[in-house]
């Protein structure tokens, strides 16, 4: 069963670095997302993506981060000077169809840590 | 906020009853879905209820949904040990995104 996919699994980094993390969304799947969980939180949404453009972005997505799709398969976050309140698991998902239709599958996540 | 608020935050029970768990939200949705995260891991989509369904069933799961009363449960019928996660309602309201709740731990004792 095609499943999303994520890499690195886990990732630290220092303070004010930048990080790329990157994301194989399902092939056939329109629909990116990036969602977080900080550690005994719950998921936050942040930044949603269809046809090269972002659809809607949470307050939490700031000047900071951003997103692309590189090529027809990756689907990248990237956090230019990382704070230690980034450090968090990062989700990436995909989805078929449009918001409010269809499921949204996740990856197995990213564990960032920012020391 | 959309955002789906589950409770109880916590249940333990044996391996063989039953574990129930409801989900509250705010405002008007598409669909919502359920989603089970082992400790430190991704998140696996279990179910989806669109807004127009009252009840769905998958294998042991069962999912309810009354939009009068904007609330939602599961119900994991004749629970293993391999059931013991957490377990999150996520609403989805045609903007984008998916609004997630706090989560239910659930821990299936052998």
């Known amino acids: 069963e095609p499943e999303v996919t994520q890499t690195p699994s886990h990732q630290v980094t220092q303070m004010g670095q930048e990080v790329i993390l990157r994301c194989v969304p399902i092939?056939?799947?329109?629909?990116f997302y990036w969602y977080r969980q900080i550690l005994g939180q719950k998921v936050e949404f942040l930044v949603s993506f269809y046809n090269n453009e972002i659809s809607e972005k949470s307050e939490i997505f700031d000047d900071q981060f951003s997103v692309e799709r590189p090529d027809g398969s990756n689907f990248t976050l990237k956090i230019r000077s990382t704070k230690l309140e980034d450090s968090a698991m990062y989700f990436c998902?995909?989805?078929?169809?449009?918001?409010?239709?269809?499921?949204?599958?996740f990856g197995p996540g990213t564990r960032l840590t920012v020391l | 906020s959309q955002q789906g608020e589950e409770d109880p935050q916590a249940l333990s029970i044996q391996e063989g009853e039953n574990a129930t768990m409801n989900c509250s939200y705010k405002t008007s949705i598409n669909n919502l879905q359920w989603y089970r995260q082992n400790s430190g891991r991704g998140l696996v989509h279990l179910i989806l209820i669109r807004s127009n369904e009252r009840e769905k069933h998958s294998g042991r799961l069962r999912v309810t949904l009354d939009t009068s009363k904007k609330s939602s449960s599961l119900l994991i019928t004749a629970s293993r040990a391999a059931d013991t996660a957490s377990y999150f309602c996520?609403?989805?309201?045609?903007?984008?995104?998916?609004?997630f709740g706090a989560g239910t731990t659930v821990t299936v004792r052998a």
């Open positions: 998902a995909s989805s078929p169809l449009a918001p409010g239709t269809d499921t949204q599958y």
């Open positions: 996520a609403t989805d309201a045609d903007d984008y995104k998916l609004s």
């Open positions: 092939s056939n799947h329109l629909y």
